[in-house]
């Protein structure tokens, strides 16, 4: 640090991304984008919109938020769009906030950077010791409450009407469902925010729609939400989703169809590698995401992460002491797959 650093941030820990290493080719499991490429509208629509790069996009997105109201069964005014998704919930802990945030203890790790970040007083809720989350520990919460569903990097879900019971049982608070993941397997809180002016649903493009290079992610709430978000993305940077971003993300909506065929096919390596990794002695719990956190009684997490990554295969693996047990693989490939299948095995075997 420097000694012009802010003191307000100096106890700022930044989020740490996982390794994006340029050193050597990996089979990558540790990020958990799609293993698939991005659609050929989303493609060709980028590459249309690139030649247009000497002028500044739309600041109000029309064409883009129309098409994912569209898709998503809402009013385009429901619609806020950012860089990511993680910039979407960087605006909600800068709007909604003021009377401090609560999150689960295990949980997406940008939640407490972005807290800090915003000079909001953050609260940890423990999740169970299966990594499930209770509802009723968010009941009345009297604070902002931040909830990824599925959660990470359990993959755990929550059923809707938990959802709902969280977001009716804190009429004064916003909350805010992260579904990052909620296109593998879970069922999206969207249709609740025609019924609930208190719910914020944040989706990205970075994991089901194969675009995690672009940045692009979306809010979805009642028309007063997302004006407040408005306010505070025209506030920030009015130009948040580039032309070509932009352009790729319409593509990729018109292409949905693929996009679920993708997903189908995730959803399927998912089952048939979670079978033979049960059958290797490894536990977890059931995922409803595009990954796998698992553990086995032999191994600890750190070791066949690391004897993993000796082999070029790149696992996830957090040392919070909670989960370190624990590594978190994408699913790739089938052909991806099979290869950490027999590498885990190889390792396994030498231990013996
Ligand atoms: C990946 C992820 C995000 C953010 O994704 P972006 O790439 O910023 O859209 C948000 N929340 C969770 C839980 C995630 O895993």
């Given at each position: 640090m420097s000694r012009f650093f802010t003191t307000k941030l100096s106890a700022l820990k930044p989020y740490t991304p996982g390794e994006q290493p340029q050193d050597m080719q990996y089979v990558k499991l540790n990020t958990n984008e799609s293993p698939y490429p991005p659609s050929p509208k989303a493609l060709a629509y980028a590459r249309d919109a690139a030649s247009s790069l000497m002028l500044y996009p739309d600041p109000e997105y029309k064409v883009l938020c129309a098409k994912i109201a569209e898709v998503l069964g809402?009013?385009?005014?429901q619609v806020v769009v950012g860089n990511g998704s993680d910039e979407i919930l960087d605006f909600a802990f800068a709007a909604f906030c003021e009377k401090g945030a609560v999150y689960p203890d295990?949980?997406?790790?940008?939640y407490p950077v972005f807290a800090c970040m915003n000079g909001v007083s953050g609260t940890e809720i423990p999740v169970g010791d299966d990594l499930s989350l209770n509802p009723a520990d968010y009941a009345g919460a009297g604070k902002t409450v931040f909830i990824a569903n599925p959660n990470a990097p359990s993959g755990v879900a929550l059923s809707l009407s938990d959802i709902e019971t969280i977001v009716r049982s804190n009429p004064d608070s916003v909350v805010v469902i992260d579904?990052?993941?909620?296109?593998?397997?879970a069922v999206s809180a969207v249709p609740l925010t025609k019924k609930y002016d208190n719910l914020l649903v944040v989706q990205t493009f970075s994991k089901s729609r194969s675009l995690a290079g672009a940045r692009f992610g979306f809010g979805i709430g009642s028309p007063e939400l997302i004006s407040d978000l408005n306010r505070i993305r025209f506030s920030k940077n009015p130009y948040n989703v580039s032309r070509t971003t932009a352009a790729a993300a319409l593509g990729a909506l018109e292409d949905e169809d693929i996009t679920r065929e993708n997903c189908r096919k995730i959803m399927e390596t998912r089952r048939r590698t979670a079978e033979r990794l049960k059958a290797m002695g490894f536990t977890g719990p059931e995922s409803s995401t595009n990954f796998l956190f698992i553990k086995h009684p032999e191994i600890d997490g750190k070791e066949l992460y690391l004897k993993l990554k000796e082999r070029g295969v790149l696992v996830r693996h957090f040392d919070k002491e909670r989960i370190a047990a624990y590594n978190r693989v994408t699913i790739g490939t089938d052909e991806q797959m099979e290869i950490f299948i027999t590498t885990v095995s190889a390792i396994l075997e030498e231990m013996k």
């Open positions: 809402v009013q385009a005014d295990t949980s997406y790790g940008f579904e990052a993941y909620v296109d593998f397997g």
